[in-house]
């Protein structure tokens, strides 16, 4: 199998969202072509600022492609980009290669590659995981599930963006992955919020103390840099509450699938529930402020970030 560099391939690109349109912007810098389609269009426009081109649908993005990615919402936006008569794989010619990069459950991923292999098209699901500023960076991580020739072809891809990539195993082992990281990513939250609210109601100073637990060995890395901004209530969305809300169903239905209790992901998939009710627009992180309300602490600036 061929290497997928930049003089080797033509890439389609479907779903520019947070994550889709800094993935974009990464493999236009690294010399790629590129072509993108999302369903707005001002978003494709701004890909095609930068010297993409645009596709005015996804048969068009398919037949023109013979690499596709995409980073869609969720299950039910990566069926309809994929199936149908108007799907990636109606348009898409034998050969083409997907690199189906969106979180959702292992069996929707596992069906892509068997709805692709009767094509003659092979997929491999790759879960992103890191934050907008990684995509920003190329510092991204990578979890791929399918052929491992088709993974170390795609390797001058993974380079472009990410800065670690793995392969799991078959087909949906990266998306399980992903499940598992981000159900560590999700609970951990609730976690520190708990602890936070704990150390404000027990008289701590709440910036001193967001920048000390900050520092301590038991906060992961990916929750350091939302205490900094939890310091100054800044709850806009790097990764947003909904999106967190909608990983949490994931994990649970294949928890149940798999018959493994989890209580803790279930309180915290609560609590996040409860948050987005009040409005989606918000980051993760906003189940802190969730519960300091439930325990009548009143959010307030401090005057200095972490």
Known sequence: MKTLTANEVNLGFAGLGNMGSRIAQR?????????????????????AALGGGIAKNILEL???????????????AVHSVYTGPAGVFA????????LEM?????????????LGAERGIEVLDVAISGST????????????????DLFRAAEPIF?????QYFLLGGPGSGTAMKLVVNTLLGVGMQAIAEAVVLGEKSGLDRGRLLEVLSKTAVVA??????????????????????????????????AAREHVPMPATEAAFYVNSEELAGGD??????????????????????????
Do not use: W
């Not at 991923?109 to 068997?114: C, I, N, V």
């Open 91 to 98: 348009g898409a010619r034998p050969g083409t290669i997907v």
């Open 281 to 306: 627009g918000d980051d993760f992180s906003a189940v802190l402020r969730r519960m300091e309300e439930v325990a009548g602490i009143a959010s307030r600036l401090v005057s200095h970030a972490l």
């Open 221 to 254: 890395p990916a929750h350091v840099g939302k205490l900094a901004r939890v310091a100054i209530n800044d709850y806009s969305p790097q990764f947003p509450l909904r999106l967190m809300n909608k990983d949490f169903e994931l994990i649970l239905k294949a």
């Open 27 to 47: 493999l236009l810098g690294r010399g790629y072509q590129l072509e993108v389609y999302d369903r707005d269009s001002a978003k494709a426009e701004a890909i």
């Open 159 to 163: 380079q472009a963006i990410a800065k």
């Open 62 to 76: 398919a037949r023109t492609a013979n690499v596709i990615l995409s980073c869609l919402t969720n299950d039910e």
């Open 102 to 114: 969106s979180t959702i459950s292992p069996s929707s991923s596992r069906e892509l590659h068997r």
């Open 133 to 148: 500023p990684a995509a920003e960076q190329g510092n991204l991580t990578l979890l791929a599930g399918g052929n491992e």
